[in-house]
């Protein structure tokens, strides 16, 4: 069971993923969803607004570091601590 976090990020995820019908979960791979480096950027830019964070990676980084959804919420999960 995902927890809110992990909810408003698969939310996000599923605006720009490809539509295929499929369940997105934090196992799910982000590359599997057609997410490419220009939507990643996007989620990442609106993340960032949301939870008031800075997301310091460039678009290798965020690709190298972010293979499914949950450590793309581990990584604001971090962020959010951090800033508290």
């Known amino acids: 069971m995902a927890d809110q ?3 408003d990020i698969i939310e996000k ?3 720009h993923a490809e539509p295929g019908g499929e369940e997105i ?3 799910t791979e982000l590359t599997s969803l057609g997410i490419h480096s ?3 950027t996007e989620i990442i830019f609106d ?3 949301q939870y008031g964070i800075e997301i ?3 678009t290798v980084d965020a690709w190298s570091n972010l293979k499914n959804v949950g450590d793309m919420v581990e990584a604001v999960r971090a962020l959010i ?3 508290a």
């Open 81 to 83: 601590a951090k800033k």
């Open 5 to 7: 976090l992990a909810t």
């Open 38 to 40: 220009l939507e990643l």
């Open 25 to 27: 979960t934090t196992n």
């Open 56 to 58: 310091e990676m460039n």
């Open 47 to 49: 993340l960032e607004e």
């Open 13 to 15: 995820i599923k605006a």
